[in-house]
């Protein structure tokens, strides 16, 4: 059995990413790339307790869309600010902690 370094409890019952889930500062905007396309930014994630490149293929697959994650940012094609919101609280992200800009 495995048990978790962070709180000690055994992996299954680990809540460290749940508690790291809570106390974020996210910020989500669009931002204008080449040819006048609209890319939607998601920042503030701390990388360290929260697997971005599953929180990025899960928010692709969502909205049907491509993107990336990079430089702790996950960047999604198209305009979907306001559904990221609502699309991460579904995830376990605090609603209060999350700002549109």
Known sequence: MNICNTCGLPQELCVCENIAK???EI???TVKKKFGKLNTVVEGIDTKQIDLKELTKKLKGAFACGGTSKDGKVELQGDHKHRVKEELV???FAEE???VI
């Open 27 to 29: 910020k989500i905007m």
């Open 22 to 24: 809570e106390s974020q």
């Open 97 to 99: 902690t999350i700002q």
């Open 90 to 92: 579904k995830l376990g």
